[in-house]
């Protein structure tokens, strides 16, 4: 049986004692060197009866303490040990602390990648790239819908990202149970397009405002003026797409929707414009354009707002298949002479 350790002597005069455990030596090290200090020429047996350690445990540690030039071993069948200087071991047990720290030091660089890379993650949230992924891009869709608490605009153009017009519907009934705003300018080319009008029809059946408009830039979904999805390339359907969060770039998109809306006309006029009544205000205005008459005058003439020739000279372009103004006039003058 081991016996205990025995009690060390205080230190004279009362004074109180430090622990070299500060300079990376263990309680039963620091036992074993100040024992050694006091009585040196001890053996490994007589040191372990007197700290209490086990043989074989301390047998390992004073080999240590040795290679770290804290302890000298005699030569002979039974080593003696003896303490090196306390000015050497603490001046060498400094520079180990030292060493240590310095190796400590070197992994800061990596810490301030780290720092670094959580900074650029978090700045780059506001701003996301979205695969082509449709499954992906679908719930990042529905996603920004739930999120919606008092406006949902957009901007609705062929061609279309996502083709999941139940789930998109359900979530945007969903927003309207809420009381959210729904506002949507859609263009008006899809209005020729199957199941359209009926689909618009019911939107504002439901409360929503829907305007139209001839051209607009990309498709739109953003909700309450903090977060928007817009694709990556407006003219591919099945490409990446852009998640915009509070940016200048999101500022900007807000400002162009609303400027989009102010020219865009509300779909009851355009539905208006499109009957077939049109047959009598279309051959009026073929023959004031074909005449040369400027907007102002060629309103003033056929009686009408400036607002509604703009909106009527559109839907004539789109019937006569022109890319331009210029062209619809060219078209309609040619009309007008057959």
Wanted: glycine content about 6%; overall charge neutral; proline content about 6%.
């Amino acid at each position: 049986m081991n016996a205990k350790p025995q009690p060390e002597p205080a230190p004279p005069g009362g004074a109180r004692r430090h622990s070299m455990q500060s300079l990376g030596l263990g309680r039963l090290e620091e036992a074993v060197y100040r024992m050694l200090l006091r009585q040196p020429g001890m053996s490994a047996l007589a040191l372990s009866q007197r700290v209490g350690a086990p043989d074989k445990p301390l047998d390992d540690l004073l080999a240590a303490l040795q290679r770290r030039g804290l302890l000298r071993s005699s030569g002979g069948p039974v080593a003696k040990w003896e303490a090196t200087l306390p000015e050497v071991a603490v001046e060498l047990l400094l520079l180990e602390r030292q060493a240590a720290l310095n190796e400590a030091r070197r992994i800061l660089p990596e810490l301030q990648q780290e720092l670094a890379r959580g900074a650029a993650a978090t700045t780059t949230t506001a701003v996301q790239v979205l695969p082509a992924d449709p499954a992906l891009q679908l719930q990042a869709y529905l996603d920004l819908y739930d999120q919606a608490h008092s406006s949902i605009v957009s901007l609705v153009r062929p061609p279309f990202l996502v083709a999941a017009p139940e789930p998109m519907e359900a979530a945007r009934n969903a927003a309207r149970q809420r009381g959210v705003r729904l506002r949507t300018v859609m263009s008006t080319a899809v209005m020729g397009w199957d199941g359209w009008q009926a689909a618009v029809a019911q939107s504002q059946a439901l409360g929503d405002e829907v305007r139209m408009l001839d051209a607009m830039p990309f498709k739109l979904l953003m909700v309450d003026g903090t977060a928007a999805m817009l694709p990556l390339h407006a003219d591919e359907p099945d490409g990446a797409v852009l998640r915009l969060g509070n940016t200048a770039v999101l500022t900007a998109v807000a400002a162009l929707f609303e400027q989009l809306w102010d020219e865009a006309v509300p779909v009851g006029e355009v539905l208006a414009e499109s009957d077939a009544d049109a047959e009598s205000w279309q051959q009026e205005l073929i023959t004031v354009l074909a005449a040369g008459a400027n907007d102002k005058t060629a309103a003033h003439v056929l009686g009408i707002s400036e607002r509604t020739l703009q909106r009527r000279i559109a839907l004539l372009t789109r019937r006569l298949r022109a890319k331009s103004r210029f062209q619809a006039g060219w078209l309609a003058a040619r009309s007008v002479r057959r």
